[in-house]
């Protein structure tokens, strides 16, 4: 059974790029959610889609982070354009979004950006 | 808003040793916790979830338990082991939807022999 897979799994970006992450979540599975992961804060919540339709779209990272999920079984987010400070993991992770079960997360991306 | 905090950054640890990590939530709810596990590399996985049925989760050697009285959560091991060395997150949900979840800065613990 395949997990959550992100790629690529490692991008280095010039300031000012637009790169575009992909994640493909388990099969069957209804909620898709991106974080994102830095040493001082921890695991941030970027987006959240349910049965394809985003829910929540990230506060502080509307500005140049969109995420789209154009069928159940692909999400991308794009970040547009970079900047040095959105070097990071990004990850993807996934559940079926009923009571008691786990979400599942990929490996997620390392981003940087030059 | 939610904050769930971990002051510790880093435990270093001599193996067989105990383990605490220690989780402290802000909510205006009764939300459920959760510990997240990540190796070096690897996707972080669920480790221990808060509503168990009135059972004391445990996993891997591992328990904790919600005091709702003093907002914690916080981790326990008897007698650390080498592979136990990884990050950990403690993290809140404030309903049935496990996915949203609100994280701590994480704990490096690096397990010495």
């Known amino acids: 059974d395949a997990g959550v897979t992100q790629t690529p799994r490692h991008e280095v970006a010039e300031k000012g790029q637009t790169i575009i992450l992909k994640c493909e979540p388990v099969?069957?599975?209804?909620?898709l959610f991106w974080y994102r992961q830095t040493k001082i804060q921890g695991l941030e919540l970027l987006s959240y889609?349910?049965?394809?339709?985003?829910?929540?779209d990230g506060g502080a990272f509307k500005d140049r982070f969109k995420a789209e999920m154009l069928n159940s079984s692909f999400s991308t987010l794009k970040i547009q354009p970079t900047e040095p400070k959105d070097s990071a993991v990004y990850l993807c992770?996934?559940?079926?979004?009923?009571?008691?079960?786990?979400?599942?997360f990929g490996k997620g991306t390392r981003l940087t950006v030059v | 808003g939610d904050s769930v905090t971990q002051t510790e950054g880093l435990v270093t640890l001599t193996e067989g040793l105990p383990v605490m990590l220690n989780c402290t939530y802000q909510?205006?709810?009764?939300?459920?916790l959760f510990w997240y596990v990540q190796h070096l590399n690897e996707a972080p996985k669920l480790l221990l979830k808060?509503?168990?049925?009135?059972k004391r989760p445990e996993h891997q050697g591992f328990h904790a338990t919600l005091h709702k009285s003093s907002s914690s959560f916080h981790l326990q091991k008897s007698s650390a082991q080498l592979s136990d060395s990884a990050l950990y997150y403690c993290?809140?949900?404030?309903?049935?939807?496990?996915?949203?979840?609100?994280f701590g800065q994480g704990t490096k613990l690096s397990i010495k022999p």
């Open positions: 992770a996934s559940s079926f979004g009923t009571t008691n079960t786990e979400v599942f």
């Open positions: 099969s069957g599975h209804n909620d």
């Open positions: 889609f349910r049965s394809k339709s985003l829910m929540e």
């Open positions: 909510s205006t709810y009764s939300p459920f």
């Open positions: 808060s509503f168990t049925d009135n």
């Open positions: 993290a809140l949900s404030k309903n049935y939807n496990q996915g949203k979840l609100i």
